[in-house]
């Protein structure tokens, strides 16, 4: 068996296609032009992702060396959502009440952070090695 057809690096850094699905019921969600709303997310095994949460280990190692480790859940909250803006690597469809919203950090920050609920699905996305498996990207 072709244990690489279970995902690898070059997966995990191409990355899936996740559709958003309605908080309450589910249901995918579509645009006004019924287009699927969609964010392509790296997996957290790819080194984009993986970049940036050894820098917030690295930190605070280094704090701990400094003898001033001192982790709250707010810091391990905004690592978390570094790590999944590193992960975004492209979407469709995301709008606010402004219209429509192209991909930059600083947009990705700001709808993760207004929308939980999003936050929660990408990262629940990107925690799922089976959505890198070759086979589930071929379907």
């Not at 990107?126 to 379907?139: P, T």
């Amino acid at each position: 068996m072709d244990l690489s057809a279970l995902g690898d690096v070059t997966s995990a850094e191409q990355g899936a296609v996740m559709t958003v699905c309605h908080p309450g019921t589910g249901a995918e969600l579509r645009t006004a032009e019924d287009k699927p709303i969609t964010i392509t997310l790296a997996s957290s095994d790819s080194e984009r992702v993986r970049r940036v949460t050894r820098r917030a280990t690295n930190r605070r190692l280094q704090q701990a060396r400094g003898g001033r480790a001192t982790v709250t859940a707010e810091a391990l909250e905004a690592e978390g959502l570094n790590a999944l803006i590193a992960a975004t690597i492209a979407w469709d469809g995301i709008a606010l009440s402004d219209g429509p919203l192209p991909l930059s950090d600083e947009n990705a920050r700001h709808v993760y952070t207004e929308l939980p609920w999003l936050r929660e699905q990408a990262q629940t996305f990107i925690d799922d090695r089976g959505n890198y498996s070759k086979s589930s990207q071929a379907a």
